[in-house]
């Protein structure tokens, strides 16, 4: 866990000055690598979709040591045994998907701290320096991890104003995707009435005097994200901006075109959009 980074982070915060990440979910540590080097705020490692396994989790998280580049897991489901094995092996924070009731975020909570506050078992791994280091990392880990839930479902909506006071708790992530899905819209990022409801749920999170954040689809919509009041700002995904700049590319020699959307074999003729 670095300590420096976090608190550097929650000063921006503070400070009411945004914070900018990226959304990795390929497994070169590279990726990662390039963000620090850029200065990136926070690096969000995917471990609920996708590939990544845990050596590929702890290969990232290694890439962003002695940096100030807060590294932060998204686990696939509220555990506590992923929680404290992504914080054992050195993340700096943890998002949980999915989370709807005060009930549930408390228990979140609880997976990252220590006992007596909580149940995260006590590891000899990085986080603690390989052992080294057990009574120094305990002694300030509770008070420093990040926990992240992520508001990605009506059901979550009448009780986000409680969540708000949940102590141990001071982001709130948004999955738009989701969110639409719930709401009977599924495959739309916003939905209608969607893109309303999330900028509602912001406000009430923002006057309770938490900071909310959302992934931006595209440099307009960052810069959106930006003016409506958010503040832990992901640029993109590692994958969705590698596609970004391939189609910008493609479409300067019009050689773009659409992805197929089925994994079955397909004639290269007839892929949609084919100049061929």
């Known amino acids: 866990m670095k300590i420096k980074a976090l608190k550097k982070l929650r000063n921006k915060l503070k400070s009411n000055e945004p914070i900018y990440g990226l959304w990795v979910t390929l497994e070169s540590p590279s990726i990662t690598e390039m963000a620090v ?50 914080l ?20 979140a909570v609880r997976d990252c701290n220590y006992p007596p506050e909580g149940r995260r078992g006590i590891g000899g791994e990085r986080a603690t320096a390989w052992g080294q280091c057990l009574k120094e990392h305990t002694a300030e880990a509770n008070e420093n991890v990040l926990v992240i839930p992520m508001i990605e479902s009506i059901d979550a909506v009448p009780n986000v104003a409680n969540m708000c006071k949940v102590d141990g708790v001071e982001i709130f992530f948004f999955g738009p995707a989701d969110f639409s899905s719930t709401a009977g819209f599924r495959g739309q990022w916003e939905g209608p009435g969607i893109a309303e409801k999330i900028l509602e749920l912001k406000n009430t999170i923002k006057d309770a005097g938490k ?21 832990m700002l992901a640029i993109g995904t590692d994958g969705g901006l590698m596609l970004r700049s391939i189609h910008e590319s ?22 949609p959009n084919s100049n061929n």
């Not at 996708?50 to 555990?79: F, N, P, Q, Y």
């Not at 931006?216 to 958010?230: A, H, K, P």
């Not at 493609?250 to 074999?265: E, F, G, H, Q, Y």
């Open 88 to 107: 054992d092996i050195g993340a700096d924070g943890i998002m949980i998907p999915w989370m709807e009731s005060v009930e549930e975020l408390e228990k």
């Open 37 to 86: 080097s850029l200065g990136m705020d926070w690096v969000l490692i995917d471990a609920e979709h996708g590939h990544l396994d845990w050596k590929d989790i702890s290969t990232h998280i290694s890439a962003a040591m002695r940096s100030d580049t807060v590294v932060i897991v998204r686990i696939a489901e509220r555990s506590t045994a992923l929680s404290k094995r992504a």
């Open 211 to 231: 900071y909310c954040g959302v992934v931006s689809t595209s440099n307009q919509n960052l810069t959106d994200r930006l003016d409506q009041g958010f503040q």
């Open 250 to 271: 493609l479409k300067k020699v019009n050689r773009d075109r659409s992805a197929a959307t089925s994994l079955d074999p397909i004639d290269g003729h007839d892929l």
